[in-house]
């Protein structure tokens, strides 16, 4: 069985604070996927990143980054400088490999809600 | 731009009455998916939809049925609506490749009065 545990449930922040989203994950498959999404209170999922499992690189894409430990089963979101529209939840997702038709296992979300 | 879109952003409905929650998406993708999502819950899966006229259940499908008769629509049936099936109904789609993301829908908020 797969799974997915988002250690926060809620985090708040004043501007320009750094934040880091933790994420750990479980799953028996050699080869899956990791993925983060934000929901910002307009209520649609928005896709961030997409790693594979072979893929341990950590990502940068402006003040998002994303560390990937295979060895702490982790996959975890730093925000850099936050702003206050970076104020959503955000869910880490896996997917496993296999005939899983693409289906997702959500963790819990993280509320991050950022002060001006 | 992969467009996904429901019925209604929110819905009010009376104990038993039989509810239909409508999803489209227009990017020809095979697969789509249903979750609802409750405070603390995250996501959780309903059911999905790989092909047209076919369907899985997923972690949750007690109480729903689903429907697939075109590609592009995957509709959700509440049979008898329950005040536990309030809650927030995400609708998504993906391609048919292995390990790309999926889209989702802006979400119904439904209310069983």
């Known amino acids: 069985a797969q799974k997915v545990t988002q250690a926060q449930t809620e985090i708040s922040v004043v501007e320009k604070e750094d934040v880091t989203l933790d994420c750990v994950y479980e799953t028996r498959d050699t080869t899956y996927y990791l993925f983060w999404y934000k929901q910002p209170p307009s209520g649609e999922l928005v896709f961030l990143i997409r790693?594979?499992?072979?893929?341990?690189q950590n990502e940068i894409s402006g003040r998002y980054s994303w560390n990937f430990q295979k060895s702490t089963s982790s996959f975890n979101f730093t925000i850099t400088a936050s702003q206050v529209v970076d104020s959503a939840v955000y869910f880490c997702?896996?997917?496993?490999?296999?005939?899983?038709?693409?289906?997702?296992?959500f963790g819990q979300g993280t509320i991050l809600t950022v002060h001006p | 731009d992969v467009k996904v879109t429901q019925s209604s952003r929110y819905l009010v409905k009376r104990t038993g009455e039989k509810v239909f929650l409508e999803c489209v998406q227009d990017m020809d993708h095979e697969n789509m998916f249903w979750y609802r999502q409750d405070p603390g819950l995250g996501l959780r899966l309903i059911y999905f939809s790989y092909d047209v006229k076919m369907k899985e259940k997923g972690d949750i499908p007690e109480g729903y049925s689903v429907s697939r008769e075109k590609k592009e629509r995957f509709s959700l049936i509440l049979e008898s609506a329950s005040t536990n099936q309030t809650s927030m109904y995400l609708c998504a789609s993906r391609p048919g490749l292995a390990g790309d993301e999926q889209f989702f829908g802006p979400g119904t908020r439904l209310t069983v009065l």
């Open positions: 997702a896996l997917k496993g490999g296999g005939t899983s038709y693409g289906k997702l296992t």
């Open positions: 790693r594979n499992s072979f893929d341990e």
